[in-house]
């Protein structure tokens, strides 16, 4: 087998050619990024050593700070690349709003669990590095994640500002619906995640997230501040 960081060919058309460089850096961060998620499944980041995941790769030790300078700003790398999908289901779930803003807020809910099921069945690693780090992580890598979190809901309270119903809201209402939001979504995929293959309780799962969505929404439409 050749090693992460040797020189391997690639083939274009019928003749291979060796990797540039730039190309076998690549291959090898990509490398030490997925090993990492491997042997943090069953515990965390905290419990991960520099020296395992340069075995797992195979590389030496001091190959791994070519490409990071410790096993946190790794666990930072992995954070971007896990919201960059939990970003992209997001996208999704919002694009409906903006094609149909007169769409019933039922079909919306029930068309967003539709959407984070099929994301954390296909980005199962990255929402379980996201449910298990947030809690367990190191410190740096647990506030970049609570800060991504905050992100994803300003975002989503910018989009519910253009939705009917919404004109008497607050800033503070629109925080704390999104809030709400997101908070919920995020527990539904971990609960997902724990669900593993079992396609009954998975299926229970999504029934009672779009009930709670739906409690959610419902009871918002009909927030009055100070009342």
């Not at 520099?50 to 190959?63: D, F, S, W, Y």
């Not at 379980?128 to 410190?139: K, V």
Request: charged share 25%; hydrophobic share 45%.
């Amino acid at each position: 087998m050749t090693a992460a960081g040797d020189p391997s060919p690639v083939a274009v058309g019928d003749a291979p050619r060796v990797e540039t460089r730039v190309e076998r850096k690549e291959r090898t961060r990509r490398a030490i990024l997925d090993a990492a998620l491997d042997l943090s499944g069953e515990t965390s980041l905290v419990g991960v050593s520099l020296r395992q995941v340069a075995k797992e790769v195979g590389i030496v030790p001091t190959g791994f700070y070519r490409h990071f300078d410790s096993i946190e700003s790794l666990g930072l790398a992995l954070v971007d690349e896990s919201f960059a999908s939990l970003r992209a289901m997001l996208r999704d779930v919002r694009q409906i709003d903006r094609q149909d803003p007169e769409k019933p807020f039922a079909s919306i809910v029930d068309h967003s669990v539709r959407v984070l099921a099929d994301h954390v069945e296909r980005q199962h690693q990255h929402f379980l590095f996201i449910a298990r780090e947030r809690a367990a992580g190191p410190r740096a890598v647990r506030e970049a994640i609570r800060h991504e979190i905050g992100l994803c809901e300003r975002e989503l309270a910018a989009d519910l500002a253009l939705l009917p119903g919404t004109t008497r809201w607050s800033s503070e209402d629109f925080r704390n619906i999104s809030n709400l939001i997101v908070t919920s979504m995020v527990a539904t995929a971990e609960a997902l995640i724990a669900a593993g293959d079992d396609v009954e309780a998975r299926e229970q799962i999504c029934a009672a997230a779009r009930t709670q969505l739906r409690m959610v929404i419902v009871g918002a439409l009909h927030w009055r501040a100070n009342v």
